[in-house]
């Protein structure tokens, strides 16, 4: 049964576990609009039913899909990926679904925020929102998980990362934007974030690498590899388009200490060496609203829009001579895990990867 | 994992069982076209959560339905009855939904039709049927269960009743009908059943009540209440719509042996007394292919569309004189079960009444 719990999870002893604790499964949106994916959204179909399939590797997957892609997606995934009929507005369920907690009982709650598509009526992506709105709640009823509502608190999966013992980073940029929460303050945002997801400290990075799309989500920029330990992008090459930001988000990082006042081990992940770039035949349907791509317009390539799986870690791959480096890099970070890439260049194109098209459900 | 199955059930050892065996959970489909539900459907959606509610005092219900109608659907039921989304043609899902099938071992798998709205080209309720069509394979999907596929062979749950023990009961009427498997011999079809149901004996009755509509389904005329015990509908006034139907009915399942060799034992159950008919208010959409609906229309209100469930019986009622009679006569069948009636007028304007919209999933 779900029910709509109206306590908060801080009261109720829920917390959101970090990404690398167990899962029960992964769960993904089939893309499909094509005013946002090229060519009918057919190589980016392809690219998700790949993450898809590296991920069965080490968990269950359930794919969510509209009614008028359920048997292209069926057909395109094998039979150990669960598809389900979920309608959406486009295909990012690290922002608009669920985050998943949990109990010291085993027990497994969700908070189901509001979503409105990366800034609303004053920097969104597109208009309207409402079927994403619904998917938290849609997922949480099929697995019978009873959820919070932050009615009037925007935020997305994307834009934070836990170490499930009492710490969160996250950045200034997106969640201090114009478009998400501009009634409240910064420590009422932070009052908000601890009692929802169950903190004590929140260490802010001032901005993320994309500035424009997602407000610079914290999933392209760092992340927790475990407890006291975090991943950060790196480059020192003063000509990469992502010095400034790396250089500052790794200084931040370096000198920040966690809500058990430990000083963070900050392990360096590389960026691409060359920027990945969207191409003259890049090809979307135009509508009211559509964001313009040109030919040389500079994707966010980023290697920390990985996912750690139970055992795993799925890493972007982008025919870049860092690939290696990257798989190298995470490989050492996560010695107890293995660590597969996969081609996602045509899911960069659409704004995001691998971290932005998953989310976890914790045991 | 929910795969496809080549082979075929009795191959397998698994059969159908008993309506009356126990069950894991009924699944419904809610109602929302504006050409077959009166008033935009609000009506029948209103008697279509009242028979959720009634079954769900006995076990887990789930409803599916449309995008469109998620929220509405949501709200109209309470938390413990789960809401998940699959889109449709109607609200059948006895018709288009899977049939589920158990083996000795504790396994489920299901049978996944082929539907065609009720005769197809040749006399079907309603074009298209695709989403219909897929119901079943999408609702198998949620829950892990291996089907099988028939494809080319026509099948509505509402036209067969079995009694777990190798005996089948259907008509003629509708089996046999121009709009379904007119390329197979009653033989064939005979064959099909056995092989995917897990039958040794076939019981046909010549014809149904409804001629119309589903082409005489066997749910509105007969049921077995256990092995070796059938519910036939029974009027003994000649007046009676119904009357023809129900002796020849009451009297080929008097003569019947079931597949073990034993004489049946046919419980009588009344008829509403008096014609349950269409009101000059009955306002639908009318669109390409209406079935047009006037003043005085008869409905085909058959006490015998009853839902039998872990421990209770659901069972419809007209605001008939023989309401209460039909509820003694269906308690006085199932002593051991707590038989509660609900008020479905709305739903049998709309072509069917309980067991035509439920579907039970058995353990």
Redesign the interface.
Known sequence: ????IDSTPKKDGYRMPGEFEPQKQIWMLWPERPDNWRDGAKPAQKAYANVAKAISQFEPVTMCVS?EQ??NC?NALP??I??????SNDAWIRDCGPTFLVNDKGGVRAVDWDFNAWGGLVDGLYFPWD?DQ?VA??VC??E?IDTYRTPGFVLEGGSIHVDGEGTLITTEMCLLSEGRNPHMSKEEIEEKLKEYLNLEKIIWIKDGIDPDETNGHVDDVACFVRPGEVACIWTDDKDNYFYDACQAAYKTLSEATDAKGRKLKVHKLCMPKKNVTIKADFAIDTVEGTIPREDGDICIASYMNFLIVNGGVIVPQYGDENDKLAIEQIQAMFPERKVVGVDTWEIVYGGGNIHCITQQQCK
Chains 1, 2 share one sequence.
């Open positions: 049964m779900a029910r709509r009614k359920y048997a069926r039979p150990e669960r598809v389900v009929e979920i309608a079927m619904m709640q849609k009823e099929i019978g």
